[in-house]
C-alpha cells in the first residue's frame, strides 16, 4: 500500500506529550496525588476515553494518576440496602457479575452493550460516568435507577445523586482533587429492565439510546424509570413517558406512553442525524426498551 504503515495517520501526532505518572494503592494516596497534581493532573481509569486524547494531544497533562493500583475500587458488594460498585470494576465484571444481575440487572444490560469485548474488558464503569459523554451508555442507567455517586477528596467523601452529578457535556461535579470510588444503586426488588440503543456499527457510539426499568403489578406497570442517552448535554430522565407508562398493560399502551419521548430533550443535529431523527429514534427505542422489560 503506497504510503507504508500508517499512512493513515500521515498528519496527526500519535506521541503524547511528556508527563509524570504515578500509580498510587489506596484512595487517599490517589486523592493526595490529585490535589499535588492540581489543574495538571489527570486520573487514569480504564483509559478508553483518555488514551486516545493523550495521543492526539487535545489532551497534555503534567501528570497522570493511574487508579489502577487501589484494589479496593473493584468488585460488587450489597451494603446497607444499596448494590455498591467500585468505580474501577469493569464493564465486562459488571454485565457478568451474578450479584448485579440479580440486584441491579438494567446495569449489567447496560454494561454489555458498552463498545465492543475490547473495550468492554478494559473500560470502567467509574471511568465512563465521570467521563461523562452524553453517547455513553452507563450514565442515562444511573440517572434512571437514581443512583449515587462517593466521591473522595482532601475533606473526606460526600455523595453526589446521579440527577445531580452530570451538569454538562462532559462536565460533572467533581471537584477540585476528587475521586469517583463507588456507585451506589438502591435495591429494587421486583423490577426488571432494558436497554436499547442505536448505532450504525457495532463500536460507534450511540445516537440513541434509552434505559428503562418498570415494576409490574397484577399484570401491568405499576411504576417506570426511563432515561436517555444523547438526547441532550447531559442524560434526560423522561418523567412524561414514566407518568403514561402506569397502568399500561400490553404493548400498545406502551406504544402509546413511548410517544412521550421527545417531551423535555434537546438532541443534537449532526452528521450522524437531526436533533428530529434522534427524537424519533427515542419513541421507537422507548417502546423495544419498557417492553422488554415488561415482558409485553
Known amino acids: 500500500m503506497a504510503g507504508g504503515p500508517g499512512w493513515f495517520w500521515k498528519g496527526f501526532v500519535m506521541i503524547p506529550v511528556a508527563f509524570d505518572y504515578v500509580r498510587p494503592s489506596t484512595v487517599e494516596d490517589a486523592v493526595a496525588a490529585v490535589a499535588a497534581g492540581g489543574d495538571e493532573a489527570k486520573i487514569l481509569a480504564g483509559g478508553q476515553s483518555l488514551l486516545p486524547v493523550l495521543r492526539l494531544r487535545l489532551a497534555a497533562p503534567a501528570l497522570l494518576v493511574d487508579l489502577g493500583g487501589v484494589g479496593s475500587l473493584r468488585g460488587a458488594r450489597f451494603d446497607s440496602g444499596a448494590l455498591v460498585i467500585g468505580a474501577m470494576t469493569t464493564h465486562a465484571e459488571v454485565a457478568s457479575s451474578a450479584l448485579v444481575r440479580a440486584e441491579a440487572p438494567l446495569v449489567a444490560t447496560a454494561a454489555a452493550h458498552v463498545g465492543d469485548r475490547q473495550v468492554r474488558h478494559l473500560g470502567t464503569l467509574g471511568g465512563s460516568l465521570a467521563h ?74 450511540a445516537l440513541v439510546g434509552v434505559a428503562a426499568a418498570v415494576r409490574k403489578e397484577n399484570g401491568s406497570i405499576a411504576e417506570a424509570r426511563v432515561a436517555f442517552t444523547n438526547m441532550g448535554p447531559t442524560p434526560v430522565r423522561a418523567s412524561s413517558v414514566e407518568a403514561a407508562l402506569v397502568g399500561a398493560a400490553d404493548l400498545g399502551a406502551v406504544k402509546a406512553a413511548a410517544a412521550h419521548a421527545g417531551e423535555g430533550t434537546s438532541p443534537p443535529t449532526d452528521i450522524s442525524g437531526s436533533a428530529e431523527y434522534r427524537r424519533h429514534l427515542a419513541g421507537v427505542l422507548t417502546a423495544r426498551a419498557v417492553a422488554s422489560a415488561a415482558g409485553f
Open 132 to 205: 461523562a459523554d452524553p453517547a455513553g451508555d452507563l450514565p442515562a442507567v444511573a440517572v434512571a435507577l437514581d443512583a449515587d455517586m462517593v466521591l473522595a477528596g482532601p475533606s473526606g467523601r460526600r455523595t453526589v445523586a446521579a440527577r445531580d452529578f452530570f451538569t454538562d457535556i462532559f462536565t460533572t461535579a467533581l471537584g477540585p482533587a476528587e475521586v469517583l470510588v463507588e456507585v451506589r444503586f438502591p435495591r429494587m426488588s421486583g423490577w426488571t429492565g432494558g436497554y436499547e440503543k442505536f448505532h450504525r456499527t457495532l463500536q460507534a457510539w
